[in-house]
């Protein structure tokens, strides 16, 4: 799997839109971008994923970037629950399962 | 909404015990996963099943064994706990099969303590 590079940290007022940069400049043609978050003491969940096409779902958007060594991911309106680690994740799909592996992640620390 | 179940939020054991710990999904999803997560080692993981009564082992199985019976449920087995195995435990879904879909539904994880 590629290697992805994020922020350790960032902050975002409550209601404002939270954009979450990704590098992934080495990125292979049939490699998808994903995207997981960890709320402390819980279980990872799933947030979207795409290949090279924005994606939109009811947690948030994808936009990668045209020669897709990058990517955002927007949460629109943020609330204090959106507080988490995110993870991007950069993989070849795997229909039998494949394992997932977190790097390091952003802090997410939306504040009121 | 996928909803995947962990038998336990918290569990201790005794070193030696013979430990189980359940997962259920409730979505028909083709794969299950069992993770450990430690602090500053991420995800690391243990089994994964693609089909019932069929298994693969992933980076760390020593010391664990799994069971899938079927397919809405995956047992993880430790068969005589030690004190290394003191960890978070996630359980994790994936639709796979012909869905053509591979993202992975976690459960709230089981904090294991083996003293």
């Known amino acids: 799997d590629a290697k992805t590079t994020q922020p350790p940290s960032m902050d975002c007022a409550e209601g404002r839109a939270a954009n979450l940069p990704c590098n992934h400049s080495?990125?292979?043609?049939?490699?998808?971008v994903y995207w997981y978050r960890q709320i402390h003491s819980q279980g990872p969940q799933y947030i979207i994923h795409?290949?090279?096409n924005n994606e939109t779902n009811e947690m948030a958007s994808l936009i990668i970037t045209e020669d897709r060594k990058s990517s955002t991911l927007i949460l629109p309106h943020a609330t204090l629950r959106d507080t988490a680690v995110y993870y991007c994740?950069?993989?070849?799909?795997?229909?039998?399962?494949?394992?997932?592996?977190f790097g390091g992640g952003t802090r997410l620390m939306v504040k009121p | 909404d996928v909803k995947v179940t962990q038998s336990s939020r918290y569990l201790v054991k005794r070193t030696g015990e013979k430990v189980f710990l359940e997962c259920v999904q409730d979505?028909?999803?083709?794969?299950m996963f069992w993770y450990r997560q430690d602090p500053g080692l991420g995800l690391r993981l243990i089994y994964f099943s693609y089909d019932v009564k069929m298994k693969e082992k992933g980076d760390i199985p020593e010391g664990y064994s799994v069971s899938r019976e079927k397919k809405e449920r995956f047992s993880l087995i430790l068969e005589s706990a030690s004190t290394n195995q003191t960890s978070m435990y996630l359980c994790a879904s994936s639709p796979g099969g012909r869905t053509g879909r591979d993202e992975q539904y976690f459960g709230p994880g089981t904090r294991l303590t083996v003293t």
């Open positions: 795409g290949l090279k």
């Open positions: 994740i950069v993989r070849v799909f795997n229909n039998a399962g494949n394992m997932l592996t």
């Open positions: 979505m028909d999803h083709e794969n």
């Open positions: 080495t990125i292979s043609g049939n490699e998808y």
